[in-house]
């Protein structure tokens, strides 16, 4: 059995790969490398460089890896830009994940797991949000995979196919051996962002926004840590493998950080005082996002490690330290991922 990864080239696709390799999994990856890097394809994992959208190609990769599971990560994920690229998004995220779908479906694969996102709910009115919750994106990026889900959902009522969707809320920090990391280039997640200030290779943090309906005016966001995810989509897999139903899963902790506590612990932890500034309101951006985890505690068994802001920056700012340049230019060296995949 071999478990295709789309985007395992990219930031959490890369976290998989390395739990499911960690578990004794085969993988192939597929990846465009348009955000991802081969560098995060560990050693001896297969990297097919192409687009998820290219159906012949998913066809081919399937059939010569004997694929019979997927991880779909492969997307554009940026809020602000599917707002001005509307179209884009709804090619790169929804219609490429048709393709996906049709070829996954011509050739027999059993099991799916696909990354949604809290963007899904929109402008929630309440605290924390269940699964059940309203579904009314309110910007490009949350329809886009809102129609994904559908489809899946869809495809897998119609086909034998076993599906779960995660709907990932803020996904921050770093492999605690120092495997992986966040290494999108221009990056705009917050806790990346204010680590790069706080090291020094960005002047300032712009806080988008400090008259929201909020405790200090700032968006709450659900920082999830990064394997802590991971880990959600193993236990996703086994839960299909055992027979279980089609479904879908919040992943978040079921508390909310404002823009400003993130900042705080990023001081905090780096002990650097870099200069933060007030911005407008960002196109798209809801003021909370808050997961109620009742369901993948309850049915997957999942419970995390890393559950600590403090914690997700130390793992983030060390993560960034090893690929920032230093103070003289220099770039710190990056232990190989293959060296440490096996220690
Ligand atoms: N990072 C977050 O906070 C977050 C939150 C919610 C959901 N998600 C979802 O998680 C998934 C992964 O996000 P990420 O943060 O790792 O982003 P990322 O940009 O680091 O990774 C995406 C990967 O997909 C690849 N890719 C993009 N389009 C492709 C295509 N057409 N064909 C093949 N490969 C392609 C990129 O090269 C990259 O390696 C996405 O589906 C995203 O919507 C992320
Ligand atoms: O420099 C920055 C960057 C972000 N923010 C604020 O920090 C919060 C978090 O912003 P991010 O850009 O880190 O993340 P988003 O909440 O916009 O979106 C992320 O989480 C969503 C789910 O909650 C989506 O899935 C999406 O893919 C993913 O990028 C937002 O209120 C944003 O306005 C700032 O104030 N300054």
């Not at 990560?73 to 940026?78: G, K």
């Not at 404002?258 to 500034?277: L, N």
Request: aromatic residues 6%.
């Amino acid at each position: 059995m071999t478990i295709l990864v789309t985007g395992g080239a990219g930031y959490v696709g890369a976290h998989a790969v390395l739990a499911l390799l960690d578990a004794g999994e085969q993988v192939v990856v597929l990846d465009d490398l348009s955000t991802g890097s081969r560098a995060a394809v560990p050693d001896g994992v297969p990297l097919v460089v192409g687009d998820v959208g290219d159906a012949a190609l998913v066809s081919r990769t399937i059939a010569d890896h004997r694929v019979d599971e997927i991880m779909h990560f492969a997307a554009r994920i940026v809020v602000p830009e599917s707002v001005a690229d509307p179209l884009g998004y709804y090619e790169a995220n929804t219609m490429k994940t048709r393709a996906l779908l049709a070829a996954s479906v011509a050739a027999g694969v059993r099991r799916l797991v696909f990354s949604s996102t809290a963007a899904v709910y929109g402008e929630p009115a309440g605290s924390t949000l269940t699964e059940d919750a309203p579904l009314v994106p309110i910007n490009p990026y949350g329809r886009s995979k809102l129609m994904s889900e559908w489809m899946i959902a869809d495809a897998a009522r119609a086909h034998a196919l076993g599906y779960v969707v995660l709907r990932y809320f803020n996904v921050a920090g770093a492999d605690p051996k120092g495997r992986a990391g966040q290494s999108t280039p221009n990056a705009t997640h917050l806790v990346k962002v204010a680590c790069q200030a706080a090291l020094g290779a960005r002047p300032e943090v712009a806080i988008y926004g400090d008259d929201n309906p909020t405790r200090d005016g700032t968006c709450l966001r659900d920082y999830i840590q990064v394997s802590d995810l991971a880990e959600a989509h193993l236990s996703a897999l086994r839960h299909l493998r055992e027979g279980g139903d089609g479904a879908v899963f919040n992943c978040g902790y079921g508390r909310g950080a404002s823009v400003h506590e993130v900042i705080e612990a990023v001081k905090r932890v780096s002990g650097v005082d870099f200069p933060v500034r007030r911005a407008e309101r960002r196109a798209g951006d809801p003021a909370s996002l808050v997961a109620d985890t009742t369901r993948i505690r309850r049915v997957l068994g999942w419970s995390p490690r890393f559950a600590d802001l403090h914690t997700i920056v130390a793992q983030a700012l060390a993560w960034e330290r090893s690929v920032s340049p230093d103070a003289d230019g220099r770039t710190y060296a990056r232990a190989r991922i293959a060296a440490s995949v096996n220690a």
